[in-house]
């Protein structure tokens, strides 16, 4: 393709995409909003990922200056794309800063946006300090500073993490399984025993998904030899007594009433479509699926497509994904822009 490959987004499914039409000699302009590139990993700090257990800033940071130092990629950091026209083969995409590029084709690689906790204020956040999100812990440990209650920064004695905060929710119109939240909080849970291994670590769920081998990995591993304990439950409310937070609820296993004390309590929140998508929707003229996500087609017919010929998708904008998942799709939509596949339709549900 003689023109570029304009990619929107550069975190892990957008560098992907870069990395792999560069390796093959194509041009690509990568297009990124924030003022670093590395996606969610880099710029909320994540700490050791999984199932790797390699540092965020390493793995992520790697795959950034493979990218940001390869002369077929032209970064645009802090910018965002205003109007894109055109047909396969020569669209046009008006930069903000009024510049334009002339593309072959578009590769939407924007991702998610973290769920905010306020919007389920009987769980404690932003009522009390120690109530924080899974995104928090893992900052903690990215800092170096470890666990602490940001309250009074004390170690932690007794820490409750809540799963599915901000998915499989009806109420607050979250019908989707964040897909790496279990995982991730069982490796979280580890991370804080193996820091501080007096500290006692529960973990309240409705279902356990450590899909494939993370049920070996995480979910065994962390009871057998790091001792974390798992409690099935439905969470009505955490308060406080004014000295230690109070997770109230129902064991359903047993189906006993529960009202159990904390130091630290964790909200392992959810991944919501980016807040960016109904915007990116009407300039780049794709269709969203119902829940608000970037819809692409049926992979067994098109890789990446979506509703727009020239247009694919990637990653985590497409709904919940991994990181490894990510930069496959990144990976398969650029080939499939590099191969000018046309667009199917894209799956509404
Ligand atoms: C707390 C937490 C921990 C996690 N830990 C792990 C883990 O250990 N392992 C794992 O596999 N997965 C993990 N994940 C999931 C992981 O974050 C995603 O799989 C991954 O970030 C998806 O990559 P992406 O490139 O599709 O999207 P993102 O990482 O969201 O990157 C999208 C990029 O697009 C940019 N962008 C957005 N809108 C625009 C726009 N309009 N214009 C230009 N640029 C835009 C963003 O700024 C961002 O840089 C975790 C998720 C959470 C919530
Ligand atoms: S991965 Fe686990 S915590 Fe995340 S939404 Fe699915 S079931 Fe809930």
């Known amino acids: ?13 957008g560098l992907t995409a870069a990395h792999a039409l560069a390796s093959i000699g194509q041009k690509s302009v990568l297009v990124e909003k924030e003022d670093r590139l590395g996606g969610a990993p880099i710029l909320s700090g994540y700490a050791r990922l999984v199932p790797s257990r390699e540092w965020a800033k390493d793995a992520i940071g790697g795959m950034v200056e493979r990218v940001a130092g390869n002369g077929l990629v032209d970064v645009r950091t802090s910018m965002t794309v205003k109007e894109f026209s055109g047909e396969p083969g020569n669209f046009t995409a008006k930069l903000a800063d009024d510049s334009t590029i002339e593309a072959g084709a578009a590769v939407l690689c924007t991702g998610f946006t973290h769920f905010d906790s306020v919007s389920k ?30 309250s009074d920064g004390r170690k932690p004695k007794r820490v409750a993490i809540l799963l599915c905060v901000g998915s499989r929710d009806r109420q607050i119109g979250r019908e989707w399984c964040s ?85 630290l309590v964790v909200h392992a929140i959810g991944m919501d479509p980016n807040v960016d998508n ?38 985590a904008a497409t709904g919940p994904e991994t990181i490894d998942d990510s930069i496959a799709q990144g990976q398969g939509a650029a080939m499939a822009a590099l191969a000018g596949a046309p667009a199917v339709k894209a799956a509404a549900e």
């Open 121 to 150: 204020p009987e769980w404690g956040f932003g009522t009390y300090p120690d109530v924080v999100t899974t995104t928090q812990v893992e900052q903690m440990f990215s800092s170096g500073q470890g666990v602490r209650c940001p």
């Open 278 to 315: 109904m915007l990116l929707s009407s300039i780049f003229g794709v269709e969203l699926q119902k829940h608000g996500h970037i819809a692409r087609a049926s992979t067994y017919s098109a890789m990446g497509a979506t509703s727009r010929p020239g247009v694919f998708v990637a990653g």
């Open 179 to 263: 897909k790496v939240c279990c995982t991730v909080s069982c490796n979280i849970a580890m991370e804080i025993r193996e820091e501080l291994p007096d500290c006692h670590v529960y973990i309240y769920y409705m279902d356990i998904r450590t899909f494939g081998l993370y049920e070996d990995l995480y979910y065994w591993k962390s009871q057998e030899e790091f001792k974390v304990k798992y409690i099935k439950a439905r969470i009505a409310e955490v308060t406080s007594d004014g000295e230690k937070l109070i997770v109230k609820g129902e064991d359903t296993l047993v189906k006993r009433p529960i009202t159990i004390p904390f130091d």
């Open 1 to 13: 393709m003689n023109k570029p490959v304009l990619i929107l987004g550069g975190g892990p499914a």
